[in-house]
């Protein structure tokens, strides 16, 4: 029955093909078992009765040269199928491939069945081919499926699940099958490493990351170009610039990449005049050099030596102006960012998905509602609104400007979303109270495969639950939920919101009981957070403790004597409130002055009168 599916899949495809050219015969083209075939008008003669032994080497031969003739290589193939030749493992690995590479998803999960079928899964060779296509359409579920079925499992097997993991952002879970490789009686390879080393460098994971240079030392792997490579950028992104340096040092062979990684590693750690001198030492530098070097100013110097930078090198492209457009959004100054937003338009320099978004996020941090439709009409015209990060910061922008529901119609809108995309739109709801909206939406999430909750998902749900009436029971279930079900660890924000839910249930008494079981006793801003909910109830015992530890940990704060003041003060202890009074004027502490602002003709107007 699968064999007959394939073909019909295969001879389908093929007659509603647009492109005669590819179908076209040559001396080297495939032969067939069937007659003559006419497709698009195309005849393709009658090819010559082989044996099914014959019939197969031809196909493979064809499917591994690819091209134009794969498609018919792929129908061949079928054909045989259909006659009961029955393949090896050797043809089964180039038909998946061939037809992953074609993009024929349905064709590639009808062959998973007739291997299934056939008894085929057990091969090494046929199951890893299977893992590539569930990884090349990022199914990792099925993929990670795939390789558990396996009886003994490859590197190759090893490293495609890895190396799918590190692609797809989940960094954890491929250093889980790193070690797991590490333990097995498989012996990883340089492309095990270089997979590794990646996952820890974007986690900042320097010991894991040492330990691995010292297995890739073990294997004498170290001289090898792309691995060396692959430590000093891993020691850059864990901010040890001494190591990286030392790797770069120790390279007998060094390419542009190993150049531009070391620059890289100086240059976003903050050592501009370590970067600077590697840069002049390059004896070509590329633009990639030349981008290190201004993204390290945008961060850490002065924007307008970027600038500088900017107009003089040899071939600026759009990561050039997006780092210095990224360093003034970060500096909090928009308007600098929109006007060379706008120099970049007057120039034609090509715009791409990080330059709306880092636009869309500092004009989300004014809510200027103008600014940022007219960015969104810029996106448009791009033809960049389908792209998963525009869109999630278009809907960031439209949450935080107070058009949720713009934002909702855009989330349901897309085609694909990815798990920022929900946080983005569940975020939006959370900030804008309404509790319902969030509660469907992560319930949806739960049910979507291949993406569950993380951290932000549920802090998000906490914020929404502290601007409502709900039970402190329920709040506890999706707290308990966060770290039982998904494992994840509660971080500092967790534990705030939770003291705020406590304060506004008036039982801030088992904050503390929470803050030492979390061992957030060391951080200054959880204490803060009690105090301000044993404002909120009106707990004097609890605000006493909670302002003593802000004092040791921070010092004196006028926050912590007005939030002492205002509570001696509602209970009716005067004197002790006039003490902290005079207190504060001695100390030269005053009760900072609130702001707020509004958009008004697309400017921000600034007012500082709220005390």
Known sequence: MHKFIIIKRARKYLLTKKHPSALRTSSHCISTSTTSLRINNNVVDDFPQRTGLESWTNVISVLAQGGLNTELGVYEASQLLDSGYRPNDYVLFHLLRASSDLGWDTYCQQLHCYILKSGFLSNVFVSTALMGFYRKINSLADAHKMFVEIPQPSVVSWNSLISGYVQSGKYRKALNLFVELERSEIYADAYSFTSALAACGQLGSLQLGMTIHSKIVKYSLERGVVIANCLIDMYGKCGSVEDAIEVFGEMIDKDIISWNSVIAASARNGNLELAFGFLHRLPNPDTISYNEVINGIAQFGDIEDAIM????????????????????????????????FGEMQSKDVPMDEYTFSTMLSGIAGLSALTWGMLIHSCVIKQGLDASIVVASALLDMYSKCGQVKIADSM???????????WNAMITGYA????????IELFEQLKTVRDLKPDSVTFLNVLAACSQTDIPFDKVSEYFESMTKDYGIKPTVEHCCSMIRLMGQKGEVWRAQRMIRELHFGSYGVVWRALLSASGACSDLDVARISAAEVI????DSDYVYVMLCNLYTSHGNWDVASVIRNFMRERGLRKEAGCSWIEVENVAAHSSNIR
């Open 552 to 555: 040791k940990l921070e010092g």
């Open 309 to 340: 930078i900017l107009s003089s090198m040899p071939s600026p492209n759009s990561s050039s102006w997006n780092s210095i457009l990224t360093g003034h959004v970060n500096r909090n100054r928009v308007p600098e960012a929109l006007h060379l």
């Open 431 to 438: 900030r804008n109270g309404d509790l319902p909206k969030v």
């Open 411 to 421: 989330f349901r809108s897309l085609c694909r979303k990815n798990l920022v995309t």
